[in-house]
């Protein structure tokens, strides 16, 4: 028996799978690397890293080489099939939602977008409290633009659209990140205990 006829031509791991590896990735980090953290931060680390294996469950078909398709021809395809305008899918489904009466469709796939990237807005901030505003939008533009093009060689390697690659998810899932970073920067800054200075003069 040949090996292209029982190796799998595409990865695509379930949830449970996912934070599993990312289970697995986080006991060599902190065997290696994190062994001298808090426990509070290494309970945080181990939520991210298994969130992070989540995320790519969820985000990731990835194409085994035996599935390989590369052509110019599929990649200009794979090119066209871009979604460049923002909220053109989001409208069309908001459109068909509102003719059929059923929003759950709609719900799912532009709430699940928003909120995709919320706990990564809380999780880094609980890790390094130094990561401040300029430093989190940069994060959520980098992550949600980094998954896109990822599903986008994904597709160009298989020669077909594994995922969608959309702008309007860039958008979405950045949104939903910086707004969970503002919510907890502003609780946080409300919770903290303020202590006011005293003047002394001198007679």
């Known amino acids: 028996m040949s090996e292209s006829t029982w190796l799998p031509a595409l990865i695509d791991p379930s949830l449970s799978q996912g934070m599993l590896a990312g289970l697995i990735v986080y006991v060599i980090c902190l065997i290696f690397f994190f062994n001298r953290k808090k426990p509070f931060q290494s309970f945080l680390l181990l939520l991210l890293f298994v969130y992070i294996g989540a995320l790519a469950s969820l985000t990731m078909v990835i194409p085994m080489p035996s599935a390989w398709h590369i052509s110019a021809k599929s990649t200009q395809w794979a090119i066209k099939q871009i979604a460049w305008v923002p909220f053109e899918s989001a ?9 059929i009466g059923k929003y759950n469709e ?3 796939i532009v709430g699940g977008n928003f909120a995709m990237l919320m706990p990564l807005g809380i999780l880094i901030p609980l890790i390094n409290p130094r990561f401040k505003l300029g430093r989190m939008t940069a994060l959520s533009l980098l992550v949600p633009i980094g998954i896109e093009g990822l599903q986008f060689l994904n597709n160009i390697l298989a020669g077909t659209i594994l995922r969608s690659v959309e702008v309007e998810d860039v958008i979405l ?3 939903g990140c910086l707004l969970a970073y503002l919510i907890f920067a502003g609780l946080r800054n409300l919770l903290k205990p303020k202590y006011k200075g005293r003047r002394y003069s001198k007679n």
């Open 173 to 175: 899932n950045a949104a």
């Open 91 to 99: 409208g069309n489904m908001l459109h068909n939602s509102i003719r």
């Open 106 to 108: 709609f719900l799912r």
